[in-house]
């Protein structure tokens, strides 16, 4: 490659890798995609394994002749992030466990793409459902692996971070982890890194900040999420527990792409929060139990399940007046309702314009 088409593929690489850390949280802000970058490394080897894998599945779409166009927004390589993150998080380094971060990584990329462009055809995002297939795959075939095994990394973390820090970052960490805050409170930050496979409540923190400053909407939407879940969960009678993996994420996910992201924001949306964070609640319970008998995690297949669900039945409608579906994405729930108003705003004042023809009186041709 001559050294103009090098340094054209490492701003395209660059922009495709803010971008795909930033679709974990429905944003294509590059400020916020670097904010989450630099907090998955809290947690250094996951986040070298989730980076590394967005960088080879990038390098392998061009050189299978990708449009640079089709790569560079995230929507196929933000499932590789979290395969990578997800991968790094749970298995012990070694030969074979680099040799299945580079097919798994591959293997992601292949089935997101071809899961969106299934999806898409009927106007359904694929969300993370080409994470959850590959991250399935590898723990169930890994169990006949003997080259790989699971980690303890996840409890002793801090060991990692002092790596990185020393003992002042350790300290500062665990001075935030010692906050006197109620439980409730401590579950939404320790949710919030979950995403990143993480269980901190600093990350939870920086991430929670990020994402205020990127869209108030989507922080209000985190939260509300979060709260119907934990409302609900009081209600049934499991005593308000959350798992961050399983539950708090998936819901606080639910109402941020069908609250704001997907749907127009407004009142109605918010409304609709209320019945589709419980059923993603059951998914969670019902499907718990199932893939707590294969030996996988759920990760975000409930959040993904209810949100095409709903989506799909949604574009059924032969109206959307109600309920309207975005109809052209700026990655900003903001964004998304102020272009929305605007247009439709516009489209008003053309309806009350009467056109008529050119003629007085009668005419006869």
């Not at 466990?97 to 793409?113: D, M």
């Not at 071809?114 to 898409?120: G, K, M, P, Q, W």
């Not at 723990?139 to 990692?160: C, P, V």
């Amino acid at each position: 490659m001559r050294p103009i088409a090098i340094n054209s593929f490492l701003k395209h690489l660059g922009n495709a890798i803010l971008n795909s850390y930033g679709m974990l949280f429905f944003s294509k802000n590059r400020l916020f995609a670097s904010f989450i970058l630099l907090v998955s490394f809290i947690t250094p080897f996951a986040a070298a394994c989730g980076l590394l894998a967005v960088i080879i599945s990038l390098i392998a779409a061009e050189a299978l002749g990708f449009n640079r166009a089709q790569t560079v927004d995230g929507l196929l390589t933000y499932s590789v992030v979290l395969f990578g993150l997800g991968l790094g998080s749970n298995f012990e380094f070694g030969t074979a466990f680099s040799i299945l971060l580079i097919v798994g990584s591959l293997l992601t990329l292949f089935l997101s793409t071809v899961l969106n462009a299934i999806l898409n055809k009927r106007g359904l995002p694929a969300l993370s459902l080409a994470f959850i297939i590959s991250t399935a795959l590898i723990i169930m075939a890994s169990k006949s692996f003997d080259g790989i095994g699971l980690t303890h990394r996840q409890i002793y973390w801090y060991n990692e971070t002092y790596a990185i820090g020393g003992s002042k970052l350790v300290d500062l960490i665990s001075w935030i982890e010692n906050w006197n805050m109620p439980e409730y409170m401590s579950g939404f930050f320790r949710s919030m890194s979950a995403i990143l496979f993480q269980v901190n409540i600093a990350s939870g923190i920086i991430l929670t900040i990020g994402l205020l400053v990127y869209s108030r909407i989507a922080f209000l939407l985190m939260v509300y999420g979060y709260a119907v879940a934990l409302f609900f969960s009081y209600t049934m009678g499991s005593g308000g527990f959350l798992g961050f993996y399983n539950m708090g994420t998936n819901f606080m996910l639910v109402a941020v792409a069908l609250g704001g992201f997907y749907i127009i924001p407004s009142i109605r949306s918010f409304l609709w929060v209320l019945v589709l964070v419980p059923i993603a609640y059951l998914m969670v319970s019902g499907l718990g139990t199932f893939m707590l008998q294969v030996g996988v995690p759920l990760f975000s297949l409930p959040f993904c399940l209810t949100v095409i669900l709903f989506l799909y039945m949604l574009g059924l409608r032969k109206t959307q007046l109600k309920l309207a579906l975005t109809p052209i994405q700026y990655y900003s729930p903001e964004e998304n309702l102020y272009r929305y108003v605007n247009g439709k705003e516009r489209l008003l004042n053309i309806y009350y314009q009467h056109l008529q023809l050119p003629f007085l009186g009668e005419w006869v041709v």
